[in-house]
């Protein structure tokens, strides 16, 4: 039996069913190439970081006690006990009123507490070292495990790995990390009017724009696009082009069945999969609503509008977040991680209740004041809405629109 | 003759020295690899997109001023005319009180300004197709050049191609376009302390973090990273290291140097190379601030700090907004284009004037309000602050901190 088309869930339906598929399989990855993937493990420190009291700067290490309170003016005076080198594990307690000459990175011995730079002392001869400048316990040195300490954990399974977490990585020797497998998107263009970009124009063909423009949106994600061409409106080989796809991918977009018949095509061919089965006709979005969820095995299948603006929509909301969580990243759906900047409604801005709108909007920035956002309007099958765009503001379901000079949060984009 | 090592300049002066720097060469490139580089020529529309009026809907193309009005229980009725394929070009004008069947991208014919969705209209045999929805011109169909039209300038040079470019390139029939190359960047660590990461800990070594943390951020600036491991303190070693960097590579970055000692080395190694000249000697950041910037040739050498978080700052501010200018983008230092979040400062926070201050925030997130930001201290020798840090709070050079309450700006990270 055929499903209605009106049969559509709310958003956030749409995602619990994207939710309950499982994240791709974990492996090891050097830490040079886990950049922006997802961790599959839980990280314990295996050591502490700094491994032992360390001085900042090149100075002396002092009791910050001796030196409290030393100015040029009246400067204190310390007997030098030792000159530390960098790979020196000091094998002495530094006694009251002694200092120890100590470089960047070199390892305090017990007792000293803080660093007192070279600029803020003189050596005087004799061993005599006068210190011109009051210190602090702690000051221009680092603690023993105050980065990582021994056995905490550092992250956990899902986090995903920034910039600064390969730093600490590397700073504590761990070469590779479990991640989970970068997954395969596999992107499949329907549609009897659609041509190679490469093809002269003709009427009643359209290039295929979707399939680049999922190209990119799959690899910023963190996804590797694999593509399939453009398949004919033919069910035959819309189905066979979709089974060897399901085959070698984690993840299927097919787009291009905006009209009634074209999405019929798309359902019966996922229906003529093996252990199929459809999850969602639509969802409640604008644009964006005729979007299909359906699962073959343990495999995704999205059928995605054909319009140009509405698969866009979809992939930035829905799909990109999809493939974060098919990538094994925590929470992926939340939105707070969105780059949103603040900016004033420039015009009065209706939306339809019953489905979040997607609004696209321009900034128009200003001398010392929040930005401008200016709605964009232009039907889903043009790409200029999204040209002329630098973010989207959302337009809750039970909203009927937002008024001119409303703060908005803008998605940037 | 040495310059002084306290010859600092603003960041904006810096900057200026900075763009002086040409980008690097343009070259072909397919518009699937164009993603995130940046064009290195203007670009005119080739044709009309759409190339004619086009339908959105399958329904009929009618005259909307037959239709004006029309509802279920007051239709309008229609004679059908013609039957389109959607690789017709109708070679006909519609007449008053005619329709057209068409399918979705379908060509209108000429007279007809709207199409009438299927769902709509009932068929009542005889031609006679009965019309139950008012409509206006316009409606369900795309004008002819509307996207894009015919000659008219849709990019400029320096601009970064986002992925809706890539859309609208394909739609055009663009397969491939002038981007700057992708420039390879250098990167040597040098100090005597540095080991690899595999290395096991031994005192007095650390290992080498930054290399790791510079590779992530060159690439997700777009640049490609080069690596030339860890390089001793010797000049020699250092000045062979960084002549043949220089010979491979469109920006060479030097990282380590912190102490007084190693500057003064990488000084003496930028100048050794030929046709050298050190630009400046420092930034009047914090933390970043002993940040060398010297050119060999035409080719552009930093030597960034050695601490850990002073480098990520640099990077994040400085560097990765040169490498987009050496790509060719417009603007490459405008901050408008940064992700900014707007959040409450949870505490007050002091900083120096006479430098721009990075602060470290942590982002806490409440129901119906915008985030509480709380800063995050630490040394720049440690890694904790930035992993701890959701995003960066700038502080500007003339004043002496925020106060708690304050509305700030959140750069995301």
Not at 7 to 19: N, T, V
Not at 87 to 106: H, M, Q, S, V, W
Not at 179 to 203: C, F, N, Q, W
């Amino acid at each position: 039996m055929r499903h209605d088309f009106f049969d559509i869930l709310i958003r956030e339906g749409f995602e619990s069913l994207l939710l309950s598929f499982a994240p791709t399989p974990i492996e090891m990855q050097s830490i040079s190439d886990a950049y922006g993937l997802v961790l599959g493990e839980d990280i314990l420190s295996p050591e502490n970081l700094p491994p032992a009291n360390r001085s900042c700067m090149d100075g002396y290490a002092v009791h910050a006690r001796d030196v409290f309170g030393a100015t040029e003016s009246n400067p204190a005076y310390l007997e030098q006990c030792a000159q530390l080198r960098v790979d020196e594990a000091p094998n002495f307690t530094l006694k009251k009123g002694d200092c120890a000459a100590i470089p960047t990175g070199g390892t305090l011995p017990d007792g000293a507490d803080a660093v007192v730079m070279v600029e803020h002392t003189q050596e005087l001869g004799a061993g005599t070292i006068e210190i011109r400048k009051s210190s602090t316990p702690g000051e221009h040195s680092m603690l023993k495990g105050e980065d990582a300490a021994n056995g905490e954990k550092i992250y956990e399974a899902g986090h995903s790995v920034r910039f600064q977490d390969v730093g600490l990585l590397a700073a504590l020797g761990i070469g590779s990390v479990k991640t989970h497998r970068k997954p395969r998107i596999g992107i499949i263009s329907t549609g009897d009017e659609l041509v190679e970009i490469e093809a002269p124009p003709r009427v009643g063909t359209i290039r295929d724009v979707n399939s680049h423009t999922l190209r990119c949106l799959v690899s910023k994600a963190g996804g590797i696009p694999v593509n399939y061409g453009i398949v004919p409106d033919k069910l035959q080989k819309l189905e066979s082009t979709l089974a060897k796809a399901i085959a070698e991918n984690d993840l299927i977009l097919l787009s291009g069945g905006s009209s009634v018949g074209m999405r019929d095509l798309t359902v019966r061919a996922i229906e003529a999969m093996a252990d199929s089965e459809i999850l969602a006709h639509g969802v409640a979005i604008s644009p964006g609503k005729p979007t299909i969820l359906g699962k073959a095995g343990s495999k995704p299948v999205l059928g995605l509008p054909g319009q140009v603006t509405s698969v866009q929509i979809v992939m930035l909301s829905i799909v990109m977040p999809f493939i974060r969580h098919l990538m094994g990243q925590r929470n992926s759906f939340d939105c707070r991680d969105r780059p949103i900047l603040l900016a004033e409604l420039e015009r009065n801005t209706p939306s339809k209740q019953g489905r979040e709108d997607y609004v696209r909007v321009k900034l128009k920035h200003r001398k010392g004041n929040i930005p401008l956002a200016e709605p964009i309007y232009g039907k889903s099958g043009l790409l200029k809405t999204m040209i002329q765009a630098d973010g989207l503001m959302i337009i809750p379901s039970d909203m009927e629109g937002s008024y001119a000079g409303e703060q908005i949060q803008v998605w940037l984009i």
